[in-house]
């Protein structure tokens, strides 16, 4: 038994370092991942991508989704162990964006996006066709916020009855 949990944590050990080795590419001073904003969670089904480029080059855009996967063994003894395995999934690859100016920005709008984990990773493309750097931004894309809560008369609160007044006055009931 402690062999194969010996095994066990030495696969998981090389898979989370191999892993760690794809994220761990150095940043291209000349790109800026502008949307999303870091550490603001998205409230929305969409996902507005924009990469700000200073100077002529190729870039590729990628955008990978998290997936937990939890599995429960039971040993011969009863206990129970359970292992979790997060994989990373392409979402979205772009074609080759190229530009010729000093700035220069790449937008793409993803519709229809789960709620998740992501990772946003702009490759900057080498004349020889490999990854010269890669940049990268994290996103949590969390439940979209209803918006009939403002107007809901049991919101309760200074700001929310503020904002009822306010907007009651404005539009009218």
């Known amino acids: 038994m402690k062999r194969i949990v010996a095994i066990f944590l030495v696969a998981v050990i090389m898979i989370l ?5 794809v994220f ?3 940043a291209d001073p000349n790109i800026t991942i502008v949307n999303p904003v870091a550490d603001t969670p998205v409230n929305s089904t969409s996902l507005l991508i924009s990469v700000k480029i200073m100077r002529p080059q190729t870039i590729k855009t990628t955008v990978l989704k998290e997936t937990v996967t939890t599995q429960s063994t039971v040993a011969a003894d009863g206990t129970v162990s359970e292992t979790r395995t997060v994989t990373w999934n392409s979402v979205f690859e772009s074609e080759n964006f190229t530009t010729t100016t000093n700035l220069s920005f790449y937008t793409k ?22 990854v010269l750097y890669q940049t990268s931004r994290s996103v949590t894309v969390a439940e979209k916020e209803s918006e009939a809560e403002v107007f809901s008369s049991n919101s309760s609160g200074t700001v929310n009855n503020f904002l009822q007044s306010l907007l009651k006055s404005i539009f009218g009931n």
């Open 17 to 21: 370092g191999a892993c760690g080795t």
């Open 24 to 26: 761990a590419a150095e």
């Open 109 to 130: 709008k993803l519709e229809n996006v789960a709620q998740g984990n992501y990772i946003v990773r702009v490759d900057t493309i080498g004349s020889d066709g490999k």
